[in-house]
């Protein structure tokens, strides 16, 4: 099971903030398919889809799509500080 640091739940913590995303929102990563092959998205969503696995850290709800489960197993979800702000890098 994918789980997510600190850091990261706080970065994402404080972007909901900003962006005005009502409470009880989840954060929800999802596979988008492009050209080259899938991209992991992030939104937030007022719940989880059907088949989510989810998970809690610091008070934010992380919800991943059924599809992303197996090949994000073991992964880590954390943030790192750039020029941009910070931006959630996957670890295994």
């Not at 789980?3 to 929800?28: I, N, W, Y």
């Not at 850290?57 to 197996?70: H, N």
Request: glycine share 8%.
């Amino acid at each position: 099971m994918a789980s997510m640091t600190q850091g990261a739940a706080t970065a994402l913590g404080e972007l909901k903030e900003r962006q005005g995303v009502p409470d009880g929102f989840v954060v929800r990563l999802f596979p988008k398919p492009t050209d080259s092959g899938v991209e992991i998205q992030v939104s937030f969503a007022p719940e989880p889809a059907q088949g989510d696995e989810v998970t809690e850290t610091e008070g934010t709800t992380l919800a991943i799509d059924s599809d992303l489960v197996e090949p994000l197993a073991e992964t880590v979800i954390d943030a790192e500080q750039t020029p941009q702000g910070p931006q959630l890098v996957l670890r295994k």
